[in-house]
């Protein structure tokens, strides 16, 4: 148990549905991250927020709509997604950006089909 | 643009061995590198880490060493044990931001 979690564990939607994944951080962390894990692939940084303010967009389709309500939560908010964004969406935290704050805490992951 | 690069994508060790996995990368102003281990169905999760004016880090089987010179860093585990089997990522970080790069990952097979 990292102290990230992550809803739901699996997702399979449509092309046309909207859905959305949550994360939630117990660590009391300022930054909070959403990464793409393709098969075979490197981790992709989606997103950064820092105190709730976005400080990275990885140049992220806009099919994919992040939301920090605050330090603890982060949403990732998906609609008419295509069958290439079938992946497994990691969530991590981190203290902040410097030093040792920069160590990440990872979910389990939200495992997304599209069909 | 940055990158890293990891080798290799698959390891096969028997147990007891040792098992080396290499990451090279782009960005000399990166200063910090972690190794993460992800297990199925599971997230990453750090294992060690070290920081650029450091050269070694060991704790307890594993070890990572540092190369700035030829930006190479290297994760060393020892005695390898079945439950060492995972994939296990490089990355690297630069100064100041968030921007974490990854490497590949690499599939480590610990056999009995």
């Known amino acids: 148990e990292t102290g990230v979690t992550q809803t739901p564990r699996h997702l399979v939607m449509g092309m046309t549905n909207k859905k959305s994944l949550k994360c939630e951080q117990h660590?009391?962390?300022?930054?909070m991250y959403w990464y793409k894990q393709s098969a075979k692939k490197p981790l992709e940084l989606m997103f950064v927020?820092?105190?709730?303010?976005?400080?990275e967009n990885n140049s992220v389709p806009s099919r994919f709509s992040p939301e920090c309500p605050n330090s603890s939560h982060l949403f990732l908010h998906l609609h008419t997604l295509q069958p290439e964004d079938s992946a497994l969406y990691l969530c991590?935290?981190?203290?902040?950006?410097?030093?040792?704050?920069?160590?990440?805490?990872f979910g389990p992951g939200t495992r997304l089909t599209v069909t | 643009g940055e990158n890293v690069e990891q080798h290799p994508s698959t390891l096969s060790v028997q147990e007891g061995d040792s098992a080396v996995i290499k990451c090279t990368y782009s960005d000399s102003a990166s200063n910090y590198f972690p190794w993460y281990k992800q297990e199925l169905g599971k997230g990453p999760q750090l294992i060690i880490d070290?920081?650029?004016?450091?050269g070694e880090k060991k704790d307890q089987r594993i070890a990572v060493t540092l190369n700035k010179t030829a930006k190479h860093f290297s994760l060393h585990i020892t005695e390898t044990q079945p439950e060492d089997s995972a994939v296990y990522f490089c990355?690297?970080?630069?100064?100041?931001?968030?921007?974490?790069?990854f490497g590949a990952g690499t599939r480590l097979f610990v056999k009995a």
């Open positions: 927020y820092n105190f709730k303010e976005q400080t």
């Open positions: 660590l009391g962390h300022n930054a």
């Open positions: 070290i920081r650029s004016n450091v």
């Open positions: 991590a935290s981190s203290q902040g950006w410097e030093g040792g704050d920069r160590e990440q805490y």
């Open positions: 990355a690297a970080l630069g100064t100041g931001g968030f921007k974490t790069i």
